[in-house]
């Protein structure tokens, strides 16, 4: 599975920005496609991961409702909506995959995209 994520740029604070991960090669191996981001000088954090099967999602609390995840079937794209952006969104966001479990540690992801780094100025 390869994974590529785009879509980061600077913004301003209260702005919105539409992250994408498409997904290619084995891709009927990815039971969860999830994404992650790492602030400077931060441990890489669970953001969101989406159940590839049958969509379901599951987020930690401090993103939901601000973020939102949708998938298109057909380009085997996963989409990550930020809005109402912050200083604190500033991040490298990385989406990642696994084949065998629907997990919210990274560790337990095979599958990396190359990130893509978000930046909020105030």
């Known amino acids: 599975v390869q994974l590529q994520a785009f879509g980061g740029g600077l913004v301003q604070a209260g702005d919105s920005l539409r992250l994408s991960c498409a997904a290619s090669?084995?891709?009927?191996?990815?039971?969860?496609l999830g994404w992650f981001r790492q602030a400077p000088g931060k441990e890489r954090e669970f953001v969101v991961t989406?159940?590839?099967?049958?969509?379901?999602?599951y987020w930690t609390d401090s993103m939901k409702g601000r973020f939102t995840v949708s998938r298109d079937n057909a380009k085997n794209t996963v989409y990550l909506q930020m809005t109402s952006l912050e200083r604190e969104d500033t991040a490298v966001y990385y989406c990642?995959?696994?084949?065998?479990?629907?997990?919210?540690?990274?560790?337990?992801?095979?599958?990396w995209g190359q990130g893509t780094q978000v930046t909020v100025s105030s």
């Open positions: 989406l159940n590839w099967r049958d969509g379901r999602s």
């Open positions: 090669g084995r891709t009927d191996s990815i039971y969860t």
């Open positions: 990642a995959a696994s084949d065998v479990g629907l997990f919210f540690d990274d560790t337990r992801y095979k599958f």
